[in-house]
């Protein structure tokens, strides 16, 4: 079946500094998913990419499908103590199933 | 518009125990999934609806989990009985049935098995 491997499992970092973390498959998919949860609660969609190559952005967040669509980053800057959290990408493949494929997330911690 | 409602947000039960979650999704959307989630994870798929149809169960452990969406809207993941290797979030999701519509998750139930 279908592995994404999302790195880093875990970063601690300074208020105000940039994040990167990205997620790679074993397979090619036609969609790429970025949510963020918080303890207690439902993962709570970021930003949802739809093509090879493409740059999206939500307020300090910006994600990017990958070229060869088995790839792909988000980047948080300017961090604030709200943005800990865990962050997962998820990727649906472009076959019959359909099924959206979940990484096993990143756990960010903002130092004040 | 209102979010995917679960219930209940957390259930404590015995091991050999029936347990019970309900889902109702965002209104309007035709697919539903529930999911697990172990913890420090991601969430897996156990099942999905598009509508009152399950298009893929190949991750529900037939021998104790079931499901139902009967009217297309609201759906009930059931496990009997339950074992202590069941406890996790178990969350559902709606989406709109089109291959590019993100899915919009509900708060979960946490089970715990003892």
Redesign the interface.
């Known amino acids: 079946g279908q592995q994404?491997n999302?790195s880093p499992q875990s970063m601690f970092i300074q208020e105000g500094e940039d994040v990167s973390m990205n997620c790679t498959s074993s397979s090619i998919f036609?969609?790429w998913?970025w949510?963020k949860q918080d303890p207690?609660?439902?993962?709570?969609?970021l930003i949802?990419l739809?093509k090879a190559g493409e740059l999206t952005s939500n307020g300090r967040l910006t994600a990017q499908f990958g070229i060869t669509r088995k790839d792909s980053f988000l980047n948080i800057s300017a961090s604030i103590p709200s943005d800990v959290g865990i962050y997962?990408c998820?990727g649906?493949d472009s076959g019959s199933?359909?099924?959206?494929t979940?990484?096993?997330?990143t756990q960010l911690t903002v130092l004040p | 518009e209102a979010g995917?409602v679960q219930s209940p947000r957390y259930k404590i039960i015995e091991k050999k125990q029936p347990v019970a979650f309900w889902c109702n999704p965002i209104s309007g959307h035709n697919t539903l999934?529930w999911y697990r989630q172990n913890l420090?994870?991601?969430?897996?798929?156990l099942i999905?609806y598009e509508n009152e149809e399950a298009v893929?169960d190949s991750q529900l452990p037939k021998d104790r989990f079931s499901a139902e969406r009967l009217k297309g809207v609201d759906s009930t993941l059931k496990i009997q009985p339950a074992e202590l290797g069941d406890s996790a979030v178990y969350?559902c999701?709606s989406s709109y049935r089109t291959?590019?519509s993100?899915?919009?998750?509900?708060?979960?139930t946490?089970l715990t098995v003892t």
């Open positions: 994404l999302q036609n969609t998913l949510y207690g609660e439902g993962p709570v969609l949802a739809y997962f998820a649906r199933a359909r099924q959206l979940f990484g096993s997330g | 995917v999934y420090g994870q991601g969430p897996e798929l999905r893929d969350l999701a291959d590019n993100p899915l919009h998750f509900g708060n979960g946490r």
